[in-house]
């Protein structure tokens, strides 16, 4: 079992929908989960942090975790053209070991 | 400011050539990270450095030699690479380094092609 697991992809939303985007984590020792946007060619640009369990909303985007379920998404509210990327879910294996998903491909279609 | 700064943005290089990559951030953080990052895969950890000491070393074959001269900078030195190593090479830093699992935050890499 892989630790931190993503749907590949490729996700395909609307233009003004609601992208969902799904991550599963095996360690339950993991505290802190991380939301990376990565364009092509480009480095991850971190998009949310979140450490407790519940929603955590910045702007269009909400970061949901829950540690009984070790289940972590990032909803996209509004999704704009600018927002198709890799988007990876990262979550910590011991204290400074982040391991990051596959990365879900992400397209919003004008 | 969040800017982790990496030199150079592209490397060519022959399987024989020494070269070193760079990375510097002036965040006063004190953890510094490498990763590796193929194509259509995520990055991969290879090495951290807390307060300039090599913490973590993820089995990087020996070619790959890590050096952390100050609480700025971080040098990834190059030899004798194969063209599997060919990559997007990433620098990454955090607050502490201490207690752990804290943000890290991404310079925009060097692509490397080893031929």
């Known amino acids: 079992q892989k630790e931190v697991e993503q749907n590949s992809g490729p996700l395909s939303v609307p233009e003004g929908a609601i992208a969902s985007l799904n991550c599963t984590y095996s360690d339950r020792g993991s505290q802190s989960f991380f939301w990376y946007r990565q364009y092509s060619g480009k480095s991850p640009e971190l998009i949310m942090f979140i450490y407790s369990n519940g929603d955590k909303e910045d702007g269009r985007f909400t970061a949901q975790l829950n540690k009984a379920s070790q289940y972590v998404s990032l909803l996209i509210r509004d999704s704009q053209p600018s927002d198709s990327a890799t988007y990876l879910c990262a979550a910590f294996q011991g204290a400074q070991k982040l391991v990051f998903g596959q990365g879900t491909r992400l397209t919003i279609n004008p | 400011d969040t800017e982790v700064t990496q030199t150079p943005k592209h490397l060519v290089m022959g399987m024989t050539n020494k070269k070193s990559l760079k990375c510097e951030q002036h965040m006063g953080h004190r953890a510094m990270y490498w990763y590796k990052q193929k194509a259509k895969k995520p990055p991969e950890l290879m090495f951290v450095?807390?307060?300039?000491?090599?913490?973590i070393n993820e089995s990087v074959p020996s070619r790959f030699s890590p050096e952390c001269p100050n609480s700025s900078l971080l040098n990834l030195h190059l030899h004798a690479l194969q063209p599997e190593d060919s990559a997007l090479y990433l620098c990454?830093?955090?607050?502490?380094?201490?207690?752990?699992?804290?943000?890290?935050?991404f310079g925009p890499g060097t692509r490397l092609l080893v031929l």
């Open positions: 450095y807390s307060y300039e000491k090599l913490s």
């Open positions: 990454a830093s955090s607050l502490a380094g201490t207690g752990g699992q804290e943000t890290q935050y």
